[in-house]
């Protein structure tokens, strides 16, 4: 297939548009396509580069786990031609701009990297349901891997504001392509990274590190995106221990608004196989319902 | 604002505020979101079926330069939930609903029609051109017979305005206009995806779960504007064009060629206010070149008659 999704598909909309819009007050768009400005844009190790972008208010109201649709700018000798899916890395009201952490893979990332401070880029959102942070929570347990090393980060900051602790199971191949561990830990949270290069990633290690962080009540729910193996752990032990959580999920996309039903996925509804739209119905999703 | 230019259009007895509308497969109640739907000519749903349908197997869509290629399958909830479900979301506008039906057979069609000639929806559009519905990408408006049957069965169905939905994979489609027109169609929609498909080189397989799908996007408007201005010129209904308009010039273009309205699908999935930033810049047009009706432009283009050209090698080979 030749669009891959970049990056994440991840996303999610926090809600509120939709319903409002028809009669009696004044029409407002909660989603726009807009042209924002790159402020920065930097590499920050041998495949991801961080993106920060100067945009409107709707766009930088943007929510954990929601995403944005990119128009890409054409790499030389490529024409991508859809919008690609890009979750949220970070999103700063007050400043008016969003970041976005990418690995370069495709065309569309291809031609992300052609830009340089001061071009405009095209960005529709935000899109899609996010995560939820439950108030009562106070220790939360996030588990990422390749995309969900972005996609996951934001909920440092929401959990901080949320009075929650993290505990971040940041899992790549090598160390060195490690990302967001110095946001987490600037959050205040504790990072557990395990890596292929140090035989740390495999689920038998995970589940043993999740265990004991359920054994010492440090884990009221799970995050998770990134890996459907560790997703299946998750799922083991949320079910043994009665504990909630929640998966950002991936899928190859087109309009990203709900409108054509390329990004279905099956879930799982108390037994019942339910199709759903990742951008429409997620990219967040309840992590029982999820199959991988 | 609209004062000094009337974007207002009829097809077939329904009146429009202005000629752009949906495809049918890329509006949902997302675009709430992004757009004042009280703006848009019509709403035209996602084709809806009797029976359920799951969609294709995916990947659904592949890109192509200028194009996107798609087999979605027409996933469906059937007809209680259209009209629980989807409908009520779209009754707080003041906007004709328009709703694109298909089914497996011309009873089918007509039953469908019949069951949802219902207050609140304006008119009926038969998707009888889906290239992805039938086996072998083969469908209703293939042929000319097989049109005019299913057309004339869903004339006898339905009181509502009729539009078919043509399919631009046949060798002449004028001649099936002109069958759904015999057959009692109010109007007809030029065209739908053209059949199409891609193989992905890493894997030696075909890109598309569904092997082939339908080519849409700016790549097809050259092909599709002239079905448009051949079936125009082939029947007294109003055609709406329907093939890679993105931009306000599109819509001028189709519009010249014969057009009385426009459709626009795919340009939607790049730039989501599409349909309102073609309603305004089409207004701009019109008064740039102070044209007070946009009717006015309706198969304007202007052909000396040195220029006719000589359409013989063009016809099919029967």
Redesign the interface.
Known sequence: ???HLDHAGIAA?PVG??EA???CTP?K?????ELAEVVSHEAVNSEYRHLVLGCGPEAAAALPGQFFQL?CPHPLGE?????RPMSLYGADPDRRQVEFLYKVTGAGTRGLDTLKIGDRLDI?GPLGTGFTLDPAWRNIVVVARGAGLATLAPLARAAKANGTHITAVLSARRPDLLVSVELFQSQGADVVAVTDAEASSGPANVERILRRLIADGRCDAFFTCGSSRLMRVQQRLAREFGLPGQVAME??M?????????C?RDFNVDGEIV?RRVC?DGPVFDLMEALP | MSADVDLSVSIGGLRLRNPVMPAS??????????????RLGAFVT?TITRELR??NP???????????I?A?GI?SKGVPYFVEKTMPHYA??DTPLVVSISAPTAEGFASLAAELSIPGIAAIEANISCPNIEEDGKAFAMRAESTENVTRQLRAATDLPLWVKLTPNTGDVPEVARAAEAAGADAVVVANTILSM?I?LKSFKP?LGNIMGGLS?PAIKPIVLRQVFQCAKAVKIPVIGCGGISTADDAVEYMLAGASAVQVGTA??????AMTTIIDDLETFCRHREISRVTDLIGGVVIEEADEPDLAWLDPVS
């Open positions: 297939m030749s669009i909309i548009g939709a819009a028809a009669s029409w768009a909660s989603v726009v396509a128009l024409q991508p031609f859809l919008r529709m899928q190859q087109a309009c990203g608004i709900g409108l054509c039903y390329c279905v199709s429409w | 497969g890329t509006f949902a109640e997302g675009l709430e979101r992004v757009m004042d739907f009280n996602k799951a969609g995916l990947p659904r869509v592949v890109e192509r330069p200028g194009s996107l798609n979605i996933p707080p506008y891609a992905d890109c996007g939607t999935f790049l730039q989501p206010a």
